[in-house]
């Protein structure tokens, strides 16, 4: 039984790909019953992968809904469908009117900040930005803070650098470095993540900020050992307009360990039956060593 055990962990153990991944995955549906989006799972920010009808069968079907049981919610989802739509200004009105028959609304005011940047009135979306803040400093991850300096960055009243964005940077040698303790940076990592999450939803490249805050998300995963995942966005600064040497540098350093971690998974996944069976006959000759042994102590 024992050597039954044995063997059927070893496969568990062999059979299971090695991988990462932190608790995103997040999803979001309508009162409809349709899914907004679907996040992948992992450490890269892809963005929301949209799964919305564009053609207006939803915003009919919220519409209905509110007529039949006038819950703000159903217009606040009304609004977001306006957003994934691109109909900016309709979303702003209706938002506007929310506020009106329902003041001080975290979601009203997160989406009235969003809107407004979206059409590139970053005055407006700061003050909204900030009152959401205010309203619930809790959400999103506590990372709200990282938005509002990104729209002091637009609005000129801070310059565009890591300690504006995410108050710390990560050195200026080949391998990044940081004072945050490890608890910190981790916090500091899901705040990154939930950000650039966002705002690649909506921001297509180039744009300066979101490169400055990719390149800083794959400094601090390569501090926490994400090296594959750090190539990765670091890839996507460049793609966004960030180009450095120091970025080329931890691109090549993460590039590195990314090959050797490779092959040692590519020797896994093409060996494994011969790895396997070299272990279950291992085991099977303890098995049989360990047998003997006691019916030698036995006689």
């Not at 001080?104 to 700061?126: F, H, P, R, V």
């Given at each position: 039984m024992k050597l039954l055990k044995t063997i059927f962990l070893t496969t568990s153990i062999l059979s299971t790909s090695v991988s990462f991944a932190c608790l995103n995955g997040a999803e979001q549906n309508l009162s409809t019953g349709t899914t907004l989006y679907i996040d992948r799972e992992g450490y890269v920010p892809y963005g929301h992968d949209f799964w919305l009808d564009l053609e207006g069968r939803d915003l009919e079907k919220l519409d209905s809904l509110y007529q039949v049981k006038p819950d703000v919610q159903y217009l606040t989802e009304k609004g977001l469908v306006l957003i994934i739509k691109?109909?900016?200004?309709?979303?702003?009105?209706?938002?506007?009117?929310?506020?009106?028959?329902?003041?001080?609304?975290?979601?009203?005011?997160?989406?009235?900040?969003?809107?407004?940047?979206?059409?590139?009135?970053?005055?407006?979306?700061?003050?909204?930005?900030?009152?959401?803040?205010?309203?619930?400093?809790?959400?999103?991850?506590?990372?709200?803070?990282?938005?509002?300096?990104i729209l002091k960055i637009k609005l000129g009243q801070f310059p565009l650098s890591s300690n504006s964005l995410i108050h710390t940077d990560f050195g200026e040698e080949d391998y990044p470095k940081t004072e945050l303790s490890k608890v910190k940076l981790e916090e500091l990592i899901d705040q990154m993540y939930f950000q650039l999450n966002e705002r690649k939803s909506f921001v297509e490249p180039k744009d300066e900020i979101v490169a400055q805050l990719l390149f800083d998300y794959g400094n601090a995963l390569l501090l926490i050992d994400k090296k594959a995942e750090a190539k990765e966005v670091y890839e996507m600064a460049l793609k966004y307009g960030f180009n450095s040497p120091l970025l080329q540098n931890r691109l090549e350093l993460a590039s590195v360990v990314e090959k050797e971690s490779s092959s040692f998974q590519k020797i896994i996944t093409n060996h494994w039956d011969t790895i396997l069976i070299s272990i279950i006959s291992v085991v099977a000759f303890i098995f049989v060593l360990n047998r003997k042994n006691k019916k030698g102590r036995n006689k």
């Open positions: 691109k109909e900016y200004q309709k979303a702003i009105d209706l938002y506007l009117d929310i506020e009106k028959k329902n003041p001080n609304q975290y979601s009203t005011a997160s989406n009235l900040g969003t809107a407004y940047e979206l059409i590139g009135d970053n005055k407006n979306a700061l003050k909204w930005i900030e009152r959401a803040l205010e309203l619930n400093p809790d959400s999103h991850q506590k990372s709200e803070w990282i938005h509002v300096n």
